[in-house]
């Protein structure tokens, strides 16, 4: 394991914009991470930057170069980070939006067929399937998750796929039950039986927790939202491959053809991309001896997998002489205690309080957590599980056991 230290954490910190309080609540600890995670200070000073440029893109003067130039080195930036095998990067209004556009031309373009998804998948991808399946003479195809643990693997895609699979899209962690999942297995058993499946991932919930590589994971199209990996809301990013690329998509006439982009687009979002993927290499070479910059990611990746491990485990099974949820008789856990998929976040219930209450009571006492009702968000994972509503708690890699310590001590007086 790759254990990050003390002063190593608040290293990590101090690069990072209200950590400890809020403007509005004042000091509390942040655990609404998959709602949004903190904000790189570096992300808040290019955006100040670029918000106060008056010049556009494409134009034959030195501002306008100097945009173009921050923009190719973004696009590198994260070609770099994702491992990128060709293809584009570009920005939309938000993951959302961009989720829609994708799997809106990939079934537009494919011809009859399926279009196979699971319930596993955010109300985004889901909604954008039924939606355009149904315009292209498709059929939608949701496989049923494993309730018991959270997730979904390659088997139960490899019994569903067919030749006729035109179209497949995969979430590479929940946002309701924190668990990841297997998307190069899945990828690989879609590929043995359609191998001209577009197959497109939902990495919203996934991106602050590193680990992605595109050229493994062998897709078409990955979305994220950078506000929930250190950016800032506003935009959404997504990288399509080549084959995507050239489906028929909405473009100006005569305009270029592989131009996904519409509109003129925010320079200072491109620029803290940059900066999140800085920050992904500077803490690499902390944790590591890596040289190259892959090797950097790869390091990253591991120690802020490591780091939320040790905290989910702690919150779990108990820290110092505090007891973990598990031991906490009228607490129950999604996806169970022990799930090595789970990704830094736990959701769970307690019975006999509603989860409205107990995020109420978690907030009075400045711990910042989140509910989750079975609604068109999160039904998809609660109502299968008879439970109508949820306590989100979701960490990164900069919380730390103290502030896991807090929550417990908060939870045990309320399951009291």
């Known amino acids: ?17 209200q950590v ?12 609404e991470n998959a709602g949004g995670a903190l904000t790189l ?41 994702m491992n990128a095998p060709g293809g584009q990067f570009f920005v939309g209004e938000s993951g959302t939006e961009l989720l829609f556009r994708l799997i ?3 079934c537009l373009g494919t011809g009859t067929g399926k279009v196979l998804g699971s319930t ?8 954008a399937c039924d939606r355009w399946a149904r315009i292209a003479g498709q059929q939608h195809v949701l496989i049923p998750h494993d309730n018991a643990t959270g997730t979904i693997g390659a088997d139960a895609y490899a019994a569903a796929i067919t030749p006729d699979t035109r179209v497949a899209t995969i979430i590479h962690t929940s946002p309701v039950t924190g668990m990841g999942v297997d998307v190069t297995a899945i990828s690989r058993a879609i590929r043995a039986v359609a191998p001209d499946c577009i197959i497109i991932v939902d990495g919203i919930q996934h991106a602050a927790h590193g680990g992605i590589d595109l050229t493994d994971h062998d897709v078409d199209g990955y979305v994220i939202s950078p506000y929930k990996v250190f950016s800032r809301h506003g935009y959404g990013v997504a990288w399509i491959s080549d084959r995507l690329t050239r489906l028929p998509h909405n473009a100006l006439l005569d305009g270029p053809e592989d131009n996904w982009e519409m509109g003129t687009r925010d320079t200072g979002a491109y620029a803290t991309m940059s900066d999140v993927v800085s ?22 990746s591991d120690a802020i997998h490591d780091q939320e491990k040790a905290l989910t485990d702690a919150m779990i099974h108990g820290t110092g002489n505090l007891s973990g949820l598990a031991e906490m008789e009228k607490v129950t856990i999604l ?4 799930n090595p998929a789970r990704e830094g976040l736990v959701s769970l219930r307690v019975e006999g309080v509603p989860s409205v209450d107990v995020v109420r009571a978690l907030n009075e006492q400045g711990i910042r957590t989140h509910l989750r009702k079975a609604d068109h968000y999160s039904g998809n994972i609660l109502t299968p599980l008879g439970m109508d509503s949820c306590v989100r708690v979701s960490m990164c890699h900069y919380n730390s056991i103290q502030e896991v ?7 045990k007086s309320i399951a009291a």
């Open 405 to 411: 310590a807090q929550f417990l001590a908060v939870v």
């Open 20 to 31: 400890e309080s809020c403007p509005v609540q004042g000091r509390r600890i942040f655990f």
């Open 279 to 300: 920050y992904f290499e500077w803490l690499g070479g902390e944790v590591s001896d890596a040289t190259d910059r892959r090797g950097k990611f790869k390091a990253a």
């Open 41 to 81: 200070k570096s992300v808040l000073e290019s955006s100040a930057i670029h918000a106060a440029i008056p010049d556009n893109q494409g134009r034959d003067n030195p501002g306008s170069h100097a945009l173009v130039a921050t923009i190719n080195k973004a696009r590198q930036d994260m070609a770099d980070f």
């Open 335 to 338: 996806g169970g205690a022990d």
């Open 1 to 17: 394991m790759t254990q990050i230290s003390d002063p190593l954490l608040a290293q990590i910190r101090d690069r990072f914009a």
């Open 120 to 127: 596993l998948e955010h109300p985004a991808s889901r909604s």
């Open 104 to 106: 809106m031309n990939a």
